[in-house]
């Protein structure tokens, strides 16, 4: 199964929300399923950023499924709020990037080469986790829009890698559990599951 099918079947057994299947047809008429997830770090590669979003999912459940965060922490969220929050946080990244062509000088011939790059050109500049809450937010409406703790949870998904004031991000993870459970599962994605392609 590729990570499109299982992004799709995930989403489609999981979110059931007013909107929902208007968003997923978004997805799919976008680049969400072909886009990297970044320029040159993880998931910089066609079809990392759907492979990253999988891989949270996966991370997300394992993590919620501890006894521990269950009975000491009491994070216990429902099957389609894991999905929205692990599947949709990085939703900004949409029509995102573009291939440019660079050059660089072949070691072996000595001569110069142009090979590809990804490279930012961001057409909605609204920040990170609050632009995918934007975007979310524009199809789960009435009663199926993001709860509270699910905007929080995607908002704040960088923790303390994104530039905002310390003392937000550390209140926004201490009142919101799924918001530091999500940030764990991104950062274990990253760096322990995809890394940087060599």
């Known amino acids: 199964m590729t990570a499109k099918e299982e992004f799709i079947s995930i989403y489609n057994e999981n979110i059931k929300r007013k909107g929902a299947d208007k968003l997923l047809e978004y ?10 997830c970044s320029t040159r770090y993880h998931g910089a ?25 269950k009975e000491l922490y009491n994070m216990n969220f429902t099957d389609e709020t894991i999905a929205i929050v692990a599947l949709l946080h990085d939703v900004c990244k949409v ?5 440019e ?25 609204y920040g990170h986790g609050e632009k995918s809450v934007y ?22 998904h960088m923790g303390f890698s994104g530039p905002e004031d310390q003392n937000t ?7 919101y559990p799924l918001a530091f459970a999500l940030h764990v599962a991104d950062m274990e994605a990253t760096y322990f599951i995809e890394g940087s392609k060599k």
């Not at 975007?135 to 704040?156: M, N, V």
């Open 27 to 36: 997805l799919k008429k976008s680049d969400f399923f072909t886009a990297p």
């Open 45 to 69: 590669y066609e079809g990392g950023l759907v492979e990253h979003s999988v891989n949270v999912y996966h991370c997300l459940k394992d993590y919620l499924s501890r006894p521990r965060t």
């Open 95 to 99: 029509d995102f990037y573009t291939t």
């Open 101 to 125: 062509l660079r050059n660089r000088k072949n070691d072996e011939t000595g001569k110069w080469e142009k090979y590809p790059v990804f490279t930012i050109n961001d057409q909605l500049p």
């Open 135 to 156: 975007i979310i937010s524009g199809f789960l409406y009435g009663e199926g829009r993001l709860t509270r703790d699910e905007a929080c949870a995607i908002r704040w």
């Open 169 to 175: 991000i550390g209140k926004a993870l201490e009142m």
